[in-house]
């Protein structure tokens, strides 16, 4: 089992959004493999909504690390996107990523994986981050496992919390558990973008064709 942590702090190891992250990792089971990406370590330009990757899935025509990043995601069991929140919202590094995996939407390129959300704050509210990362994660056909937030410092209780998220992501991925609630959020979210993709068959062909090889149309 390989669960991979995508943190989007500019501080990276000395952050305390990886801090609080590590708490998760700390109550992992011994079995799986952990693999961690600092975004900013990595070049990650603007989506141009070109519509290439639809047209020709997976396909971009800027050359960066997406391609790696990408491929990183789809190798793995379980993500664990962690943010500090910026302005009520995940870092740019971070959203410029998600904004680049347009056809992971699409196309629900996700589907049986599972995700977890890591937030920390100065002091204000860090709700809307869990809440933006989770419905990202079902869009894309993952279950949300769960989150963990924190303002600064970093108290007891959310470590706490981090280690519980941790056994559950762990028990998540080895009995591959499914949750009834996100599978059906998850099937009517297909149902929305079956249409889309119907609509835009002429346009979006190869993206048409995947969901017929899925079985979806």
Known sequence: MNILLISSSPHK???????????????????????????????????????????????????????????????????????????HHITGYLKMLLDRLSHFI?????????????ATSGGGPQDMVLEYIKDYALTCGAQYVGGVSSAMPLTEESKKKANNLGLDLTEAVTKKKLFPVEQAT????????????????????????????????
């Open 186 to 217: 998850i099937n009517m979210r297909r149902d929305y973008f079956r249409r889309v993709i119907v609509a835009r068959r002429e346009d979006w062909q190869e993206e048409y064709q995947y969901w017929k090889d899925k079985g979806w149309l």
């Open 106 to 118: 699409h196309c629900q390129r996700l589907l049986g994986k599972y995700v977890v959300a890591v």
């Open 13 to 87: 190891e000395k952050s305390n959004t990886f801090l609080l992250a590590k708490e998760l990792f700390n109550k992992l089971g011994t079995t799986i493999k952990t693999e961690v990406i600092h975004l900013c370590d990595y070049r990650i330009e603007f989506c141009r909504h070109c519509e290439a990757c639809h047209k020709k899935v997976g396909s971009c025509p800027i050359k960066d690390d997406v391609s790696f990043l990408k491929q990183k995601m789809l190798e793995a069991d379980a993500i664990i996107f962690a943010s500090p929140v910026y302005i």
